[in-house]
């Protein structure tokens, strides 16, 4: 069901246009009717042809141009009312400039209030909106003459906008069902009632929906232009009876959407766009607010220096619901004016965004879902999968290395493995007599992950992940000469007897000293105790001729042992499972 939004300066007529289009007063409150102005949003539809029609109708006055914003969204047709007795006017330009901005690209112009200007006047009018509306998505709309209170043109402009609709098509769908709330009411023995536009996806009695912020609600019901629904599709204005929330936690400028289908962010990359005879006048320093969707908040901007593309950071004061693609409006509260127009390109950016990453998210913000979680992996390089998910708006990548849950570009899965490379090759060039750069040591250098280094050592035929180690494959542990010869002397002194010395007193460094051990040549018994393994072979084999219930001194004895000696050595035949300890006593077991 597509939805057509009105715009254009205050009390030029769009309220009673819409009336005359649709049989129905889109204003709503007792106010409105009072003053004759539009202060909120307003809706009405019709049939148009071969559907039914929904409409917007904006406040025009400045002072509403929140809620004006509020309205715009999700529009598949603008229609644009300039009264041909006052011209275009200022709010003309403002509201012009937000359609543009939004790049509304259907739409019809309304040549209002005919019947009281005198023909003179609507050729200058005429004249005066074509000049406006060069250069902007409204350069090729049709310009219709038309009188709401006589009827004049009224047919023409029904023609016009069929047209017009038929040109924009059927509502994009990308199967993300989207609704932010313009309205949130009670009704009672019914409970929480919202309505708004829904977009990019369908929702049915029953789904389950995540507030944002806030928590998840059931739709009990649906309604459409006051017509039970069981299924609602997109660009249909929809009004859905809540279970499971409070009025109070509900207001406009929240979202409803799938659980989990969308992030929550306070910063994010934008490119932006300036209206038409701007002057692109934008500055760091400047108070904002981004309206989104219903939403409006405050924040601050920092521009991209050097860009091809105008691109800021967009910081807001609380988190906001985005994805790559969002479009929203940048307005400057100190001057009270549109500044920019903007279109979301990261909504979790990197610390500092380059040109290129810039250029590729433009390229790519166009495309499919899957176009864009390919370019925000590329400029990523390494990104959350559910993260990437909710970004890209459900896109899923076509080239990509996934480990566990993280997903990594090609080009930054092979740059890891040449960080890997290196950091092996330094290891063993410092430390030739151990065995290789330990797992825990690759994995924090690699930014913790400890499955992307085997992954990496697995794509990789030169690396070797053997234990706690990763190493080359053609690497040995191998003793220089003079490191041999003192291995040398070191093995006559252990050799003369096994009432060894101990381990700290023996002239060998503790580098070769742990070599030896994990090479076999030496058996560590405990921290300061080393012996040959012919000696641990020895003692092994004498157990057998000691009784049951031994004593430490009795090992001691038998072996001729200090009792230095003797402790660790029955703890370690214990550990071994070649004694057992009873008290103070042990026995072999046989």
Known sequence: MPIIGTAGHVDHGKSTLVQALTGRDPDRWAEE??????IDLGFAWVRLGDEVVGFVD????ERFIKNMLAGVGGLDVALFVVAADEGWMPQSEEHLAILDLLEVAHGVIALTRVDVADADLVELSTIDIAEHVEGTVAESWPVVEVSALTGAGVDELIASLIDALAAAGPPRD??????WIDRAFAISGAGVVVTGTLVDGSISVGDRLQCFPGGTVRIRGLQSHETNRDTLGPGTRTAANLVGIDRSDLDRGTLLALPDSIGMTDRFLARLRFPPRSGNEISDRGAYHIHLGTTTVPARIRILKNQEIPAVIVTTTSSVPLAMGDRFILRDTGRQHIVAGGTVLDPLPKPRSSSRDVVSLSSAVLGSPADRADALVAVHESIDVDELRRSSGGGAPSSVVAIGSTYLSPVAFDERGRELGIAVDEYHTGYPLRPGLPKSEASSRLGGNADLVTELVDADPDLVEEGPVVRRRAF?????????EVWGATRLVLAGDLAVPRASNLEISDEVLHALIRRGDLVRIAGDLVL????VETITSGLSALPDGFTVAAFRDEFGLARRHAVPLLEWFDAQGLTRRDGDRRSVRR
């Open 33 to 38: 009717k009072d003053r004759g102005l539009t």
């Open 58 to 61: 904006v406040p025009g006055h």
């Open 174 to 179: 990308l199967e993300r069902a989207r609704l």
């Open 476 to 484: 040995a542990v191998e003793l220089s000469v003079a490191e041999t």
């Open 532 to 535: 040959l393994p012919d000696q």
